[in-house]
């Protein structure tokens, strides 16, 4: 079975910062997917960004960005340039590459502050 | 992408009621997923539904609280059974996108008094 982890509850960043939140996953599969979510407090899971296990190069979408360390199993969200709106849960999920489900860490509060 | 209408967004609801939550989406779907989020915390994968078979439930879910219908390739239904306070959570039904991604309906926050 696969785990992920996130080891940091809660951050806070000032506005225009920059802040990395942190997700290791455990698995022995060689082939999946590993995605970050932001829930705001409106609820909606919307999708950040995607990383395929198969692609060294690092997933970049806009102000976020990843470092997908394979042999480290890990997989960090780097968020640039802060903004009021980035305030939200992140969660980083696992799903494999001809899996149906996703598997989710425990979640990053984020807070940025003005 | 797809576009996942939910609904009731929200409910208040009496202890040993039921409460039946919708979940609509603008293509047709072999799978449509429904997850838990349990205050402050993360997303558990009640059940797996499947058009035209039964749902697959999740260790520690049961179908006798948690009925799902899924009667077409848009469409499903998760009901909350003969509710505890135990049962106050965000429920959201989520769908598998082209690329291995998930598309998530807007939740239902569920409150049981």
């Known amino acids: 079975a696969q785990t992920v982890t996130q080891s940091q509850p809660e951050m806070s960043v000032q506005e225009a910062e920059t802040v990395t939140l942190s997700c290791t996953y455990d698995t022995s599969e060689n082939n999946y997917y590993l995605f970050w979510y932001k829930q705001p407090p409106s609820r909606q899971m919307i999708l950040v960004i995607r990383q395929e296990a198969y692609k060294q190069q690092n997933a970049t979408e806009n102000r976020f960005s990843v470092n997908f360390q394979k042999a480290a199993k890990s997989f960090s969200l780097k968020i640039s340039d802060s903004q009021l709106g980035d305030t939200a849960m992140y969660f980083c999920?696992?799903?494999?590459?001809?899996?149906?489900?996703?598997?989710f860490g425990g979640g990053t509060r984020v807070l940025v502050k003005p | 992408s797809a576009v996942i209408s939910q609904k009731p967004s929200r409910d208040i609801c009496q202890r040993g009621t039921s409460l039946t939550i919708q979940c609509q989406v603008d293509?047709?779907?072999?799978?449509m997923f429904w997850y838990r989020q349990q205050p402050g915390q993360s997303l558990t994968l009640i059940a797996t539904a499947n058009q035209g078979s039964e749902a697959t439930y999740e260790s520690g879910f049961v179908i006798d609280k948690f009925p799902i219908s899924r009667p077409n390739l848009t469409f499903s239904t998760l009901t909350v059974s003969n509710m505890s306070p135990e049962d106050s959570s965000i429920y959201l039904c989520?769908?598998?996108?082209?690329?291995?991604?998930?598309?998530f309906g807007q939740g239902t926050r569920l409150t049981v008094v």
């Open positions: 293509s047709q779907v072999t799978m």
């Open positions: 989520s769908v598998k996108g082209r690329n291995t991604e998930a598309f």
């Open positions: 999920a696992f799903i494999k590459a001809a899996g149906n489900k996703l598997t």
